[in-house]
């Protein structure tokens, strides 16, 4: 018998899942949607702090999150990778610190709702300035990608290269940024760090319904996406689908979200509020329904953005190819990927006006949907 006949045969290796599961630190399974506030975290020794890895059922092949718990008082420990994340902060003050490979350091401060991100393989530890409260702080990242491409965590963690074209201008992690006008829906941010998401400046987005407004970010010239949506106070969006991954978070309010594939005959709910993630699923259609007196807002995390489409579908779905309109804002019905008022399921509209009676919000989608 030869050795190869002897040993188990490798094959339909997850390497991602292989190193995440090796790492000592929970790793959940989601399910559709969690509620990162109530996730349970370990200490993760690579980082010297407390953690959890996030899995979704819609996370797709590329994505993951982490979720970071910082001690009051206390900090993580140093760390670098080639692998790119958003990170998003739940609760509590604190501060970033990095280094860039030529020894120079800088710090922000950051606070509930601020968001950020770290050019690829610049050293960053977090520190809680908080006394007695933890710091959470929740990261989509494309960690699977790159491990199940590379396999080697030293290529990853421990890896000489500069990207110096990714840090950005000095002004980008002081709460300011560059506005670049693309198209309704495309307007870009181009940032590090946005202080606090709840009241960062939107740009109108008619075409997707509903008075709704977003703005979407390039950040530390990465090829992660993020966008910020907002929702007025008794309205509703159009339903749409695209790739799998992008980890949906709300930021302001509280709503639900309709998720189904083309033919079913009912609808997944998620209900949320500020904590709650869910990437919908790759093609699935989603809808999303602000139900609160307030403006609802949330932040979507994936791969791929305005800048760097990353892959074909998205390249499709946000830019349009060979001359075509983008799918985003385009209807199924002429080959898009958004369903307008006119076609969508009168259930939804009827569920919403009897979600809006609970909650005592007037509606106002009369603009849009004729009750
Ligand atoms: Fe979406």
Same mark, same amino acid.
């Not at 060979?322 to 385009?330: D, F, T």
């Given at each position: 018998m030869t050795e190869s006949e002897t040993t188990t045969p490798r094959y339909g290796v997850d390497p991602y899942l292989e190193w995440v599961n090796g790492e000592g630190i929970p790793v959940i399974d989601g399910g559709y949607a969690i509620d990162l506030f109530t996730v349970e975290t370990g200490h993760w020794a690579r980082v010297d702090t407390k953690a959890a890895a996030v899995h979704l059922?819609?996370?797709?092949d590329f994505n993951n999150m982490f979720l970071y718990e910082v001690a009051p008082g206390g900090s993580t420990g140093t760390i670098k990778h080639i692998f790119e994340d958003i990170y998003y902060v739940l609760d509590g003050h604190g501060s970033t610190q990095l280094e860039f490979p030529d020894g120079r350091k800088r710090s922000f401060e950051w606070g509930p709702k601020s968001m950020f991100s770290i050019p690829i393989n610049v050293a960053h530890r977090f520190f809680n300035a908080g006394g007695r409260e933890r710091a959470l702080i929740c990261a989509t990242s494309n960690m699977p990608l790159v491990m199940n491409t590379f396999h080697n965590e030293r290529f990853i963690f421990d890896n000489p290269a500069e990207f110096i074209d990714r840090e950005g201008q000095e002004n980008y992690y002081t709460g300011e940024g560059t506005f670049i006008p693309i198209r309704a829906g495309n307007h870009l941010w181009e940032t590090n760090f946005v202080p606090d998401m709840s009241v960062l400046g939107l740009q109108s987005y008619?075409?997707? &319904? &509903?008075?709704s407004s977003n703005i979407k970010f390039v950040l530390a010239e990465g090829i992660m996406s993020g966008h910020m949506s907002e929702m007025p106070v008794g309205t509703y969006k159009k339903g749409h689908r695209h790739g799998a991954g992008t980890h949906v978070i709300c930021v302001t309010g509280h709503g639900y979200s309709l998720l189904w594939y083309e033919g079913d005959t009912d609808y997944t709910r998620i209900d949320w509020h500020h904590g709650v993630v869910f990437p919908p699923c790759d093609g699935q259609l989603h809808q999303h329904f602000n139900t609160s007196h307030e403006p609802a807002r949330y932040l979507a995390m994936g791969i791929g953005n305005v800048r760097y489409p990353f892959t074909q579908k998205k390249r499709q779905t946000m830019i349009g190819e060979?001359?075509?309109?983008?799918?985003?804002?385009?209807s199924i019905k002429e080959g898009g990927n958004q369903i307008e008022f006119d076609d969508q399921d009168p259930r939804i509209h009827a569920l919403w006006l009897e979600e809006m009676k609970k909650a005592g919000v007037t509606p106002g989608m009369d603009a849009w949907v004729k009750s």
């Open positions: 059922t819609g996370r797709g008619a075409d997707r &319904g &509903g008075g060979k001359g075509q309109r983008q799918r985003s804002s385009l």
